[in-house]
């Protein structure tokens, strides 16, 4: 017929979407490779975890997992302090992010992101069919102040990862609650903690009494970075009543798997396998940290587990000389330019071993000598 498109034509904002990049995985011609490029834990899922799948796997694979997650939700409650009704899982925390834009955005809603947030804010609004207002942080760090004054009759969601990735830091939970207190009650204020556990400073939150208190803030959480259960891809948020009703009629009936949710569940059970992990990421933070500034890098304050890493321009010493010349060596970094940072690397705190041949490389990059 005249006048109609050749093809189906996505619907407004699609086609605007930069499709989300992940970190390298690989170098040809390198046999051994340190992947510190998608702050994946250097000490592997529980291996209680693991079994718990394995079963799963050996079973009846054939049937469909619970469609609700009940055994899931329960965990999760008992190990927080939670109510189960309130609790919605999904493939990720990214599939809650996306599943709450679809609720709550529509054409001519805006949703807030900042300036150095994280990628999935935006292509979820976008997707929504909403506009997307990146608001520009202080310091690398979300400002509060910048945020309320972004806000309009058209704002509903309010994006904000705390720690965030990938600065790496932090809204004290003062400042969360100022936020709060400055948005009007039909806006949504969710707080992704991907990197929550990682976390140690007495004025952080992830957000739960904020959650509990009032109607209009979730909180996100995953399995995929401490936990180690990046592949099985599993997610949680904590939610008013009226949200996760809202969660519950959109997502997909089973997308949460049987393997995943029966790791996670044995995940929160192991309580060792969790503190290893924050004493191993405490120690080679603070290293990683005061050997890159001992090379004369401008390094970020992290409380995750992760480092922002700035390199200075020109003369073969800037982050894609130092990207090429860590990736040439098995040592697979983030480029961030997609997220405002041409000139800097976020850097994944590995192994013992990742973490020292890391340093001892960008010694030899920077032309010093390490004393790692």
Known sequence: MSGLPA?????????????????????TGVAKVHKLSSNETPLGPSPTAIRAAQEVL???????????ATRLRNAIGHRFGLDPARIVCGAGSDDILHLLAQAYLGPGDEGILTEHGFLVYKIAILA????????PEK?????????????????????????????????????????????????????????????????????????????NVVMTRTFSKIYGLAALRLGWCYAPEGVADALNRI???????????????????????????????????????????????????????????????GEGRDARAADAFLAARGIIVRAVSAYGFPNALRITVGSEEANRLLLAALSEFQGQKSNG
């Open 7 to 27: 093809r189906p034509v996505p619907k407004a904002g699609v086609l605007a979407i930069d499709p989300y990049v992940p970190g390298r995985s690989s170098v």
């Open 58 to 68: 050996t079973g009846h694979v054939e049937a469909y997992p619970d469609g609700s």
């Open 128 to 135: 929504a069919g909403a506009t997307p207002v990146i608001v």
């Open 139 to 215: 310091n690398y760090t979300t400002d509060v102040d910048a945020i309320l004054a972004s806000v309009t009759p058209r704002t509903k969601i309010v994006y904000i990862a705390n720690p965030n990735n990938p600065t790496g830091t932090y809204l004290p939970f003062n400042e969360v609650k100022r936020l709060h207190a400055g948005l009007a009650s039909n806006v949504l204020l969710v707080l992704d903690g991907a990197y929550a556990e990682y976390a140690r400073a007495n004025d952080f939150s992830a957000g739960i009494e904020l959650v509990s208190e009032n109607e």
């Open 251 to 313: 997502r997909g009936p089973f997308n949460v798997n049987g393997p995943a949710s029966a790791a996670g569940i044995a995940s929160l059970a192991d309580e060792a396998h969790l503190a290893a992990a924050i004493a191993h990421n405490n120690q080679w933070l603070t290293w990683l940290t005061e050997g890159l500034r001992g090379l004369g890098l401008e390094v970020t304050p992290s409380a995750a587990n992760f480092l922002l890493v700035h390199f200075p321009q």
